[in-house]
């Protein structure tokens, strides 16, 4: 039902548009070009013509509101005559922009740092691997590395295979002095991705604490020949 509904909210504006376009005549000859412009400017990204690996970034939207607000304007101008209504449309704007600004402020809390940026995402979307990955990432950037370990160890626990997870749990583990835990990690990284070169510097570094300078000798080599 939900993609029936998308199908028909992209044809009736575009219906439209060519109707008026052909009769030449419409009360509101400019609406159809409000709606076409946010459709094209949306559609792409919506995942209706075109599957999308997101279920929606903020920045999608900001070129096709363009079109709602300018709408918006046309309607004021045409239909916003008279003392009443003027005062009207201006105490409507007023409280429109102190809304807004209202929620600008809130949100240059959400993008003040990465890390509030990726756990806002994570309310809404849990399942986001990538996203936890940054956010891993970010705490550990930050020396919050417990969290970082929770977070990357979370990943690995809901089916998230990916190399540069045990890779960058790995480099935790090797800077705390955990020998054995940050190997384990690399080899897994190494497994997973044969060609991927960072696990392979991770265990010549963890070779090289160790004190076995031939093995840490092999991995770099074996890292360099990676990235040729």
Do not use: C
């Not at 376009?21 to 070009?33: S, V």
């Not at 094209?40 to 079109?67: C, D, Q, T």
């Amino acid at each position: 039902l939900k993609p029936l509904l998308g199908h028909v909210l992209l044809a009736v504006p575009v219906y439209r548009f060519f109707r008026i376009l052909r009769t030449r005549k419409a009360e509101q000859p400019w609406l159809p070009w409000v709606a076409l412009w946010f459709l094209a400017a949306y559609g792409p990204s919506s995942g209706i013509l075109i599957p999308v690996n997101a279920i929606f970034l903020e920045h999608w939207m900001y070129l096709p509101s363009l079109s709602l607000f300018i709408g918006l304007g046309v309607a004021m101008q045409r239909y916003g005559s008279g003392p009443r209504r003027t005062k009207a449309i201006i105490a409507a704007s007023v409280l429109a922009a102190l809304a807004l600004g209202y929620r600008t402020y809130e949100q240059n809390w959400v993008w003040q740092s990465p890390i509030s940026l990726f756990s806002h995402i994570l309310k809404y979307n849990p399942a986001a691997g990538r996203v936890r990955h940054n956010l891993a990432m970010a705490l550990d950037e930050s020396g919050r590395t417990e969290e970082a370990i929770k977070e990357y160890e979370f990943i690995i626990a809901h089916g998230g295979n990916f190399p540069q997870t045990y890779h960058n749990l790995g480099q935790i583990h090797f800077r705390a002095g955990r020998f054995d835990v940050a190997e384990k990690n690399e080899l897994k990284a190494i497994e997973l991705a044969p060609n991927f070169h960072p696990p392979y510097v991770g265990m010549a570094k963890i070779h090289q604490a160790r004190g076995d300078s031939k093995k840490a000798q092999e991995y770099y080599e074996k890292a360099v020949e990676l990235v040729r």
